[in-house]
């Protein structure tokens, strides 16, 4: 069965330390791949999202991923964190065969410190 | 605006009371989804639905009910809560082509004690 797995639940890293989430799928068919955060208390936002052409997206507030098809994975980056970044971050992605099907990983929870 | 509407955004309900959860989206999408968020699970689908009256179960579907009678709605019927569906939902609706990706509600938190 496809899967979503997010490798780290929690990430604490300095204010202005670059960051690395990290997100693997199990699926050898085509997908769309996507990044959410959810503030405390908040709804989810979409920080970026993969559906073709150059595999390096950029999204909203300085982060951007990488989409790496042989290694099926789709990790996040940040050059230079803020306290403000401090969220949990979640990685879906939707699988072709099953109708476009979002699976979600557990949730990093990034944790930013002065 | 393009946007989905859930209500309420939070619900305290006894044991065994019958609650729906409204949604709805004004953007003429016919794919809609509801999840379920609890902590350290990240969020699982409980139902969807590709169109007006096709409705399919998710990963999660025990305890819960939908309906989709028209394109812009889709409410989720808790019919006889217990307090393992204490949870965060969210309803989401699909775009397709090249603007593809789901809008997400402003999520729903239930309490069943």
């Known amino acids: 069965a496809q899967s979503v797995t997010q490798l780290d639940s929690q990430v604490p890293v300095f204010e202005e330390a670059p960051v690395e989430l990290r997100c693997n799928y199990s699926?050898?068919?085509?997908?769309?791949l996507f990044w959410y955060v959810q503030y405390p208390n908040q709804g989810l936002q979409l920080l970026l999202k993969y559906l073709s052409g150059s595999t390096l997206v950029k999204g909203i507030n300085g982060f951007e991923a990488e989409f790496n098809k042989s290694q099926t994975s789709f990790h996040l980056r940040k050059p230079s964190v803020h306290i403000s970044d401090t969220a949990e971050y979640f990685c879906?992605?939707?699988?072709?065969?099953?109708?476009?099907?979002?699976?979600f990983g557990q949730g990093t929870e990034l944790s930013v410190k002065p | 605006e393009a946007q989905v509407t859930q209500n309420p955004r939070y619900l305290i309900t006894v044991t065994g009371k019958k609650l729906t959860v409204t949604c709805s989206q004004n953007m003429n999408h016919e794919y809609m989804s509801w999840y379920r968020q609890d902590p350290g699970l990240g969020l699982r689908q409980i139902y969807y639905?590709?169109?007006?009256?096709?409705?399919d179960k998710g990963d999660v579907p025990e305890g819960y009910k939908v309906s989709r009678k028209e394109k812009r709605n889709f409410p989720l019927i808790l019919e006889s809560p217990s307090p393992n569906q204490t949870s965060l939902y969210f309803c989401?609706?699909?775009?397709?082509?090249?603007?593809?990706?789901?809008?997400f509600g402003s999520g729903t938190r239930l309490t069943v004690v």
């Open positions: 879906a992605v939707a699988f072709y065969n099953q109708g476009g099907k979002l699976i």
């Open positions: 989401a609706s699909r775009s397709v082509g090249e603007n593809y990706g789901y809008t």
């Open positions: 639905s590709m169109n007006v009256e096709v409705t």
């Open positions: 699926s050898s068919v085509s997908v769309y």
